[in-house]
């Protein structure tokens, strides 16, 4: 059968190339936020890559995901970590809302649920990091013990 369209192609002038018949190749590399799609034949990919490798290691050179990586580990952090980091600083040292805690967060670049916030403040509570004052839904949270230093 293959060869009665092969024939038949060769009959209508048509002859196929090799690369023709292949279907296109496609390619996805990722590094970092960067990612390249390529698709077409092992030529083009190959041309492709020749082109875009030594921009890409250029790139890395001067440190351009360097920023990038620096923004990723800082939002690793949790949320109670961060709480923690506001108390190691001193912010706690006088009592402050769960509203002032979580714009501090957010002033920070860093934007957790406000239940999140709450629940981090309620169990730093519990570990004796911070105390707690007044009413249910107006709690103001202080340091409990100085950060040492």
């Excluded at 390529?38 to 190959?46: C, F, M, R």
């Excluded at 490798?53 to 790139?59: G, N, Q, Y």
């Excluded at 961060?82 to 002033?107: C, N, T, Y």
């Amino acid at each position: 059968m293959h060869e009665q369209h092969e024939q038949f192609n060769t009959q209508q002038g048509d002859k196929m190339t090799e690369e023709e018949k292949k279907p296109p190749i496609r390619v996805t590399m990722k590094i970092g936020d960067m990612e390249f799609n390529i698709e077409g034949t092992p030529d083009q990919i190959k041309d492709a890559l020749e082109n875009i490798l030594p921009t890409v290691t250029e790139f890395l050179k001067e440190g351009g995901l360097a920023s990038e990586r620096a923004v990723l580990t800082a939002r690793a952090e949790t949320c109670k970590g961060l709480i923690q980091k506001l108390w190691s600083e001193g912010w706690f040292a006088s009592p402050r809302g769960l509203g002032d805690v979580h714009s501090e967060m957010a002033r920070r670049g860093f934007h957790y649920d406000r239940t999140a916030v709450a629940h981090a403040l309620v169990d730093l509570v519990k570990e004796g990091v911070l105390t707690r004052e007044g009413r249910p839904r107006r709690y103001r949270y202080a340091q409990k013990r100085p950060p040492s230093r």
